[in-house]
């Protein structure tokens, strides 16, 4: 053994070439030793983010003809800045926290998908679709906004109808690929500004789909913003996705895409069939401070009512770590009179028990005190018409707003007036009829409940006394995506409805009485297990269209409440929901989900902005 030893090291001593690589490799490590040390500290981190992040995140692969995208709802626990599960509000119920970790995979593949593989008729040509490294960004942006399609039920008949007869047509989507948002690598853009990318549809064998009329779900969230990224679809298989986050909120995000239901399958009488529920996309996204400069929001007037489409976020403005549930089911986690933040509310946000969330679109919502709500609605005669939502807002509104919490329940149909318990002049009175079905105790007739002439007679009551209701808010959805068989069978059943009611309207004004604000209040997503049933956010959202454009070329509605847009955030799951119903009534009770209490703070969110439509000037 030790003559071996020798012979090495006389091995080494004779050998120059051995000598010489020796030399040339100890100064590449004292070169690279510099450079690093050049290198500066953000640099350094981003590089080693990048690199964990790699380790983490999915590549969309195409070398197998049949791959599977992981489901989203078997996701298991990484490091940080692997992508969020879109369970990120089902943390321990007061914390309402976001941050849970998730890491996904594919199937096992060899080559990664790039925007070079694909085509989409050049529309990756037309939208932003280059990664920005430190952007710089200069001058006012403006907010991320869409409107309602012009001849919205023609266009989607005619979407949904398209013939086949191509594989491209023929085949169903299972993947996409996004240029600009792949690379394994965290991705950076610059707060303020929109980002569009377009993006491909892919069949089971990675070719690219030529039909459009899939539903994605879209989800943007850090640790203080949720928000449904806008996707819209070109109708020829690619589509496009915008992001935008405030520059007060610059950090890390997770931008998460479920494909939820394939060409329109989601509109079919047994969507449960079909449902897909498959996560295509999940990616992480730094937003870095930039120059961009946003419009300030203001709080709302009675103008920004007429939007048509809201494009909102949830911000977080305060959390308190050690909030515990209460015996009466209540999370009283801020100080009634923690304040919000201007512009993102006004007023007290710790009256929403939401430990920090508020909501906000294209402006900014006041939280009413008990005070200014009853100064408001003082002498007021309200209207509801609508599902079961209805009640429990109505309920909400009675109990944390105007200071009644001796209410437990109202029923799905009643007339009564109320009473500020500090001030007895100041009364209001509130209707509710539920258009379920015309018979009160039964379910899922939706808009053909005005089919019977015993519900339009007591509808057409209200409106025919000296004194009529000033303000209707309006809804249907959920019965309707259970009793009507196709969107055409469903647009006739809500011209139907919008004749009624533009009907009892004109009988108002030919008695020269003043024709009252109509609000139609959209149909909320459904969560959890409900996004693959009848009354899904698919059939749901397009319902809430339809009804929209045949309200408007009636001429009735004076504005919309987009409670799709306020629920969308949080629909991915049951914590903040039955499935159904948003705003059901504090319990310490086992809910839904196994957790103890449940999260109510959305339909209270809604209770605030019904009170800004009935209030604004």
Known sequence: MPEKVESQRALWSS??????????????????????????????????????????????????????????QNLTVSPPYSPLSLNQN????????SHNHVNITLSEYSETVSAENYSSSGMFDKLHTKTPVNPEVKGLSTWLSSELEANLTSSLLARWLAPGGEPCKDSKTVGVSIPGLDGGKLIELSAGE??????????????????????FETDLSGGSW????????????????SLQVHPDFVGVYNLTIILLYRHFEGLKFTPWRFVYDQLVWNVAIRFCKSSAQLPELETCKASDFGKDVWCGRWTRHGKNDDCQIGNDGRYRCLAPDFPCKAPWCDGSLGVLESNGWVYSTHCSFKMFSAESAWKCLKNRWIFFWGDSNHVDTIRNMLNFVLDLPEIHAVPRRFDMNFSNPKDPSQTVRITSIFNGHWNETQNYLGLDSLRDEGFQNLLKKYFSEDTIPDTLIMNSGLHDGV????????????????????????????????????????????????RSLA?????????????????????????VIDDFDMTFPWHFDNRCNDGVHYGRAPAKMKWRDGQIGHQYFVDLMLAHVLLNALCAR
């Open 90 to 97: 089902q943390t321990n119920a007061p914390l309402f926290d």
């Open 535 to 559: 009354f899904n956010p698919n059939k749901m959202e397009v319902f809430n269209g339809v009804l929209i454009e045949k309200l408007k070329k009636a001429g009735i509605i004076t504005g």
């Open 483 to 530: 009793h009507w068989h196709s969107i055409r069978a469903f647009s006739v059943g809500a011209e139907y409805a919008a004749s009624f009611w533009g009907d009892v309207m004109r009988t108002v004004k030919q008695r020269g009485l003043a024709w009252p604000r109509v609000f139609y209040r959209t149909t909320v997503a459904t969560g959890g297990y409900a």
């Open 194 to 215: 929109v980002h569009e990318f377009g993006f491909q549809a892919l069949d089971d064998s990675g070719k690219p789909r030529c039909l459009g009329g899939d539903y």
């Open 15 to 72: 050998s120059p070439i051995l000598n010489w690589r020796f030399g040339l490799l100890t100064a590449l490590v004292l070169g690279g030793m510099v450079v690093v040390w050049t290198v500066d500290g953000c640099t350094v981190r981003n590089v080693i983010e990048a690199w964990r992040y790699s380790q983490d995140s999915f590549s969309l692969r195409s070398h197998s003809p049949n791959y599977t995208l992981s489901h989203h």
């Open 226 to 241: 949720k928000s449904r990224p806008l996707v819209k679809d070109f109708s020829n298989g690619s589509y496009s996705i």
